[in-house]
């Protein structure tokens, strides 16, 4: 069967259309990246605020035995503040198309309209590429505008101690057009998953959400001074969840076969 | 080839058998009733007609395509009304509509004023471009059926299509599904409404996991005699009489009327005497097709038996 890419844009146009309707579903998805903007900008913010606290130094030191003595120590945290921030950053682009694709999929057996969407000559693939499209131009297109929303925060808080721009950086430029896009993928695949196995799209939404659960935990890692990222730490990083949104995709297509799906769900 | 030809479809689940060995046809311009009680395989033949469900055994052509093997052809020439409408609540009329003809890849702007023909004749026309949360039953379920016609489809299958409409609305849609059918379409109707199977279908299919009928509708009702007997005063009173003849027929009664069901021509001579016998006085007895529901229900019973 053909791939056509008109199907798979009109799948695309009706679920886009669908969540800009959807004003619940819209509010959860702006709140995370207030989240994720306002609280590193606010750490941010402290640091500028006394910078030559000397518990800064002691935390400085706690992550880095080897500070120089000179070293500013607030400049120092604020620079591991973004460089750790960013794995928590990046639960941004898995945890928004969880919350758009479990509705997509889950919500049109809810809904009783996946029959009359079956029964169309639309195929899994195409199926597959239409919603994953309207759940990753959403996600990308946020942690973008929240990106950009960052710099800025981050800039205009830190200006008084940095005296020039801190953001954007290498390790986000990298991280935010290459990662958020593969991690977003990501997020939508297993949401995908989950949604062609389980009736209703809260239950999707909960179980896929489990996946930001190791994110989380790596930050956790970063923070207690266990793990120390950086761009190769983030590279490795990328190059899982690609290998990862291979074997997603290639299992999404499967298990939104109309044969599965009807026999299930219709 | 047009139509549809089913020749040995099965389907099953496991190890479970949803129906087996269907065999029937379908000619163009015909419209045809798919009978059954609840899980008898209904749904699950039109499935496997419509390319949503592979058939384990057997073969389909539908209007020239093979349910096997032309799927997605298949699913361009066949519109499927299922028996939720299976709308989008938070899109319009319009555009639910306008999904469905991206989906078939039609050109809207020639595809709109036949879609729009047909939401004037539901009288939905006025509502296209209003959310389908705030439809009523009714209204959805006329926007599914016009949603099942976007693509001009050659084979639609109606599942309870007048299900949740008011009287004038289940009489348009009817008139909608002849006036279809004239245009050479083949319509299959599922339904559980045998006075609508009866105005509208030609043919047909009682299944029930199998095929137990197939067979015109005039030669099904009358398959077994029925006889319509007017008596003086109230009938009841001789029912007991007629349940104690040897073959203890099927009665139905009516104030003075009664309609007995018949196996055989011989029966009449003795229901009329048993009648004359136990003291009715017999206005008029002529012969009557029987009910439908009535042969259904019999059919159904057999096969279970």
Redesign the interface.
């Known amino acids: ?1 053909a791939f ?1 890419p ?2 798979a ?3 695309f ?2 679920d886009f ?2 969540l800009r ?2 004003v619940g579903l819209l509010l959860s998805m702006g709140v995370l990246p207030l989240v994720f903007i306002l609280v590193p900008i606010g750490v941010v913010w402290t640091y500028v605020q006394r910078p030559e606290d000397p518990n800064l130094r002691v935390i400085a030191h706690y992550y880095d035995k080897s500070l120089p003595l000179g070293a500013n120590a607030a400049l120092f945290l604020i620079e591991r503040t973004l460089t750790d921030w960013f794995g928590m950053f990046l639960v941004m682009p898995v945890f928004v198309p969880i919350l758009i694709s479990s509705q997509s999929v889950a919500g049109e057996k809810e ?13 899994a693939a195409e199926l597959v590429a239409g919603k994953s499209l309207a759940s990753l131009v959403p996600a990308v297109g946020i942690s973008w505008l929240a990106f950009i929303l960052f710099c800025i925060g981050i800039d205009v808080v830190a200006w008084p101690l940095v005296k020039g721009p801190l953001m954007p950086n290498a390790l986000w430029t990298f991280g935010i057009f290459i990662l958020a896009p593969l991690f977003a993928f990501f997020g939508n695949g297993v949401a995908v998953l989950i949604s062609a196995r389980v009736s209703e799209a809260r239950t999707a939404q909960q179980l896929s959400a489990l996946v930001v659960l190791p994110l989380v935990g790596l930050v956790g890692g970063q923070v207690a001074g266990w793990l120390t990222a950086g761009m190769g730490y983030y590279a490795i990083q990328g190059a899982v969840v690609l290998l990862l949104d291979g074997v997603l995709l290639v299992a999404s297509i499967r298990l939104l076969d ?2 599965r799906l ?2 299930r769900w ?1 | 080839m047009n139509g549809i030809q089913v020749q040995g479809l099965a389907k099953r ?1 496991g190890g479970r058998a949803a129906v087996e060995g269907l065999t029937f046809d379908v000619r163009p311009g015909e419209v045809f009733g798919l009978l059954g009680p609840n899980g008898a395989g209904k749904t699950t033949t039109v ?1 496997m007609l ?5 058939p384990s055994e057997g073969e389909a052509i539908v209007w020239g395509h093979s349910v096997r093997t032309h ?2 052809e298949l ?2 020439t ?1 519109g ?1 009304l ?1 028996e ?8 319009t009329a319009r ?1 639910n509509l306008r ?2 003809m ?4 039609l050109d809207e702007a020639a595809a709109w004023p036949r879609v729009r023909t047909y939401l004037e004749r539901f009288g939905l026309a006025g509502r296209a471009d209003e ?1 389908c949360g705030s439809f009523s039953k009714g209204m959805r379920q006329k926007l ?1 059926i016009v ?1 099942t016609l976007v693509h001009d489809p050659k084979v639609i299958f109606l599942d309870e299509p007048t299900s949740g409409l008011d009287p004038e609305s289940a009489r348009t849609v009817r008139d909608a599904v002849e006036e279809l059918a004239t245009e050479g379409r083949t319509i299959v109707l599922c339904s559980h409404n045998l006075g609508e199977v009866e105005r509208l279908c030609s043919r047909v299919a009682i299944i029930q996991g199998r095929l137990l009928a197939l067979a015109p509708l005039g030669e099904l009702r009358r398959a077994g005699l029925a006889l319509d007997i007017r008596v003086e005063g109230d009938a009841e009173r001789f029912l007991p009489a007629l349940a104690a003849l040897p073959f203890a027929p099927n009665v139905l009664r009516e104030g003075g009327r009664l309609k007995v069901m018949l196996t055989d021509d011989a029966q009449a001579p003795d229901v009329l005497a048993c009648l004359v016998t136990a003291g009715a006085r017999v206005h008029s007895a002529v012969p009557a097709h029987r009910p439908l529901e009535e042969v259904y229900l019999e059919l159904i019973r057999q096969g279970r038996g």
Do not use: C
Request: hydrophobic share 35%; proline share 6%; no cysteine.
């Open positions: 069967m056509r008109k199907r844009l009109a799948v146009w009706k259309l669908d309707k959807n809904r009783r309209t996946l029959e009359p969407l079956l029964a169309s000559p639309v195929t109309r044969e009807i026999s219709g | 689940f499935r419509t390319g949503l469900l592979q799927g997605e699913r361009r066949v499927l299922t939720q409408p299976g709308l989008y609540d938070r899109l555009e999904f469905f991206k989906l078939h890849e959310p599914a949603r």
